[in-house]
């Protein structure tokens, strides 16, 4: 997909209040812990992203009823640490690192057969480092390229504790050991060379179950039993952390980012922008259901360079394609290091930014673990590849708001619109939700009840389908002919059929034209 930004830059900032959608991490563990609790836990705030929803999906095919509420609240029917159900089919994890990495854990003390996949890019990232782990505590688990990548077939089976050291600072991989652990006879301990964020803790804690924190690590004991609760997920610091660098590199601006979760083991954004001289201030700090929240308070400043490293890196992972940004608008040079995790993201995360930053005409140079940054005073335009990574998508899109001409943002699809939604319309851009526009395509191929492997139909399909977004008082809608689908295609059912045919190579090649046919009607 490609974005074309239009840029509303004013010498009047950017100035209000916003809210931003719910966290990711803590929205992902609502439903995994409320599955496995007794009783039912109502979640508010839940981030109805796709990977969030490949989460839900997983849930509802291992028997879990989830109520999707129409105001997008959820009501999870828990089964217990026992309960789950074997799945009849490949649980598809579609994006999300998150899910894939935290079930693998939970999946691996069951008393049944499962498989987990996702799309192209989950299916490269490295899944070794869970799966090792899991193996130490008897875990039998198999994947392609010898257990380091998914798919990932897992035989449940009776779990043994271990006391582990992991390489790297990671909480995906410290989550689904605990997991594992609750499963485990005795106590199962995971030690990490810096802190990683603690939600798998605090949330285990709220449903009742002792988990002991330390400097660098947590341990927990098998067997206990969580008790249903209802949580209230605070808004997701990652995604405030574009508009916080945006109000920063915008001069006289003043905005106000209302229910931030302000963990400390997620805010080292605040404490790296505030080292760069960023006027960041957190008023009225609050704690909702073992997080800590605040609204945030942003003010254009002249920023400037800073050395980036050691504990920062984990509090800020997510944030290092946007404080790269900041960094470029910043005076001075910006170093980050012990960033090598960064290579292993959705994306690898510094080749990426050091692509966007030349075409943007910075001066950067990337090393193994890192990159240095040289400030300047305007980015040219250009084009720009998000290599299907929506961190970069969005931090190329702040970029726009210091270029003197646009900005084009190429490949922004990697499902994950909630957020690019959010953006276009506070800075008045042009956005086409290609996720959307897969899963119109999904519906249609529902209702005709078209095989999958059947190319010649889905081709002849793809040719009839007229798709298209129309945009009023800020709503977007998206229709298939006269008919405005935009629920419609929301459904968990459509969510699952949508990862199977975004995989086909012909409606991937038809989406092309609808995007430009709707291109042309905006
Ligand atoms: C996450 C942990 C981090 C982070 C990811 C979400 C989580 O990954 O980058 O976006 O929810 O546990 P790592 O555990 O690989 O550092």
Redesign the pocket.
Known sequence: MTLQTKIVTSSQGLRGEITVPGD???S??SIMFGALAHGKTHVTGFLQGEDNLSTLNAFQSMGVTIDQHSNGELTIHGCGLHGLQEPTDVLDCGNS??TI??MSGLLAGQSFFSVLTGDQYLRKRPMG?VVNPLAQMGAKISGREHGQCAPLAIQGRPLTAIDYTSP????????AILLAGLYADGVTTVNEPHL??D??ERMLRHFGVEVTSFLGGASVAGGQTLQAQDLLVPGDI?SAAFFMVAALIVPNSELLIRNVGINPTRSGIIDILQAMNGSVELVDQREVAGEPVADILVKGSQLKGVEISGEFV?RA??EFPVISIAAACAEGTTVFRDAR?LR??ETDRIAAMEAVLRVLGVSVESHEDGMTIEGCEQFSGGRVNSCGDHRIAMSSAIAALRAKDPITINDTGAGKSTLSRLLSERLNYINIDTGAMYRTVALAVDRAGIDLNDCCALDQLCQTLDIYFKRDDKIETIWLGDEDVSTLIRTPEMSLLTSRVAACQEVRLHVLQPVKRCVQRC
């Open positions: 990711k991490s803590i992902h563990r690192g998150t990495r935290l480092r790297v600072a990671s909480a995906q991989v410290k989550s990683s964020r939600h798998s990652s984990p992972i997510d995790e292993v993201k």
